[in-house]
T-cell receptor
Framework: GAGVSQTPSNKVTEKGKYVELRCDPISGHTALYWYRQSLGQGPEFLIY????????DSGLPNDRFFAVRPEGSVSTLKIQRTERGDSAVYLC??????????????FGEGSRLTVL | AQKVTQAQTEISVVEKEDVTLDCVYETRDTTYYLFWYKQPPSGELVFLIRRNSFDEQNEISGRYSWNFQKSTSSFNFTITASQVVDSAVYFC???????????FGSGTQLTVLP
């Protein structure tokens, strides 16, 4: 499809385990964002990439969270030593560019992470 | 600091009624952008509208209309003649100053009953 693709759609893991969530943005979109959405809340910003570099990672809650985008396309959000409080839907979004007048953000359907 | 407040947690209306979703924002920047997104049960956020801080003109798109008032820092969203398919969570969001990310409100769950 032509939209933002996220895998897995659901992930159940145990406390302390390592998790990777993948985002495949719309082809040609240089800006990529990760957000986290807890139940009943709006999405909270985690990190955004312009090309391969993390332009702003100020939303990452702590050093257990890390994200990469090595070739400027697919991105992986990595969570180490997961905790129950990490349970949420992780949303990825992309846009043509992050600068200037903001373009429309296209969101994926999210990866629902449950930490038992 | 940037903040978006959607005071209405849940709204329920009967089909064909008009409904207004409130959004109040806070920012110290003079240049900013406001957005509305729709999140249906599938979970994917769908873009509805973007407004910049220099354009207070109200906008109408079909059954949707938006009222932007800088004097009250509000960007309200009205659905006219609501339909069951309008049932979703609606988010107001702000991008302010040099920031490239959006700050979202907590959302309003709209239920349109047949």
């Amino acid at each position: 499809g032509a939209g933002v693709s996220q895998t897995p759609s659901n992930k159940v893991t145990e406390k302390g385990k390592y998790v990777e969530l993948r985002c495949d943005p719309i082809s040609g979109h240089t800006a990529l964002y990760w957000y986290r959405q807890s139940l009943g809340q709006g999405p909270e910003f985690l990190i955004y990439f312009q090309g391969t570099g993390a332009a702003d990672d100020s939303g990452l809650p702590n050093d257990r969270f890390f994200a990469v985008r090595p070739e400027g396309s697919v991105s992986t959000l990595k969570i180490q030593r997961t905790e129950r409080g990490d349970s949420a839907v992780y949303l990825c979004a992309s846009s043509l560019t992050a600068g200037g007048a903001p373009g429309e953000l296209f969101f994926g359907e999210g990866s629902r992470l449950t930490v038992l | 600091a940037q903040k978006v407040t959607q005071a209405q947690t849940e709204i329920s209306v009967v089909e064909k009624e008009d409904v207004t979703l409130d959004c109040v924002y806070e920012t110290r920047d003079t240049t900013y952008y406001l957005f509305w997104y729709k999140q249906p049960p599938s979970g994917e956020l769908v873009f509805l509208i973007r407004r910049n801080s220099f354009d207070e003109q109200n906008e109408i798109s079909g059954r949707y209309s938006w009222n932007f008032q800088k004097s009250t820092s509000s960007f309200n969203f009205t659905i006219t003649a609501s339909q069951v398919v309008d049932s979703a969570v609606y988010f107001c969001a702000l991008r302010s100053g040099s920031a490239r990310q959006l700050t979202f409100g907590s959302g309003t769950q709209l239920t349109v009953l047949p």
